[in-house]
């Protein structure tokens, strides 16, 4: 059975243009990306990218364990939360030497609005005493290596290094996994099996950009519940995968 599309919810929204048939094949990835641009310069950043670059005048943590520490933080945890949250634990420590010389407790008490924050202290300690005792304060630009910490998997080892060292790995959250199924551009039941279809598909000069894209672009536009199809930059192209409401 074809995956159910908007023209199926007739009334639901605005008017819209038919869709199209998913197209993995044949997506104007590229065009489609430069719009999406254009959409979220509105927006506020993905947290990551807004830490590196110290956006709104903050100081820049663009060191690969820096990144690591706040994608940890972030796991279950909005930009909203996350990003100040990573701000105060790293102007306090922003090296695995300095995280390692504090107890848990300290840690705990920088993060106190961070889901799990007790369990993150505990993690975020270990993780830099392992740095400091096992690789001589160095952390390892290695994902094999990152995804040995507690508390993080591919989605934070692939974000850390394409955040602070532009390497070619595509991180999935569910904006990333529930917007390119959505344009019929992957057809994946899960966030791993959408990982394993963009590693096929997408070009690797958008592997690391496109999270930077549909994170403040899956918040604001493509909404999991009545996305923006009437305003959607990009209707046209999109298969509407799913969707059977919109504004």
Known sequence: MPPAHCSAARGAGPPLPPPPPPRPDAFPIDAVLARVADAVRPYPRAAMFALRDGDGGAPPHPSLFEQLVACILSIRTTDEVSLPAARRLLAR???????AALDPAAIDAL???????DRKAEQLRALAHRIVTEFDGALPADPAVLQSFAGVGP?????????ALDRPYISVDVHVHRVTNRWGYVAAPTPERTLAALERTLPERHRVRINALLVPFGKHVCTGIRPRCSTCPVVRECARVGVTGWR
């Open 155 to 163: 989605k934070c080892a692939h974000l850390a290094l394409g955040v």
């Open 93 to 99: 420590a922003a090296t695995p030497a300095a995280l």
């Open 111 to 117: 993060i106190p609005d961070v889901t799990f924050h």
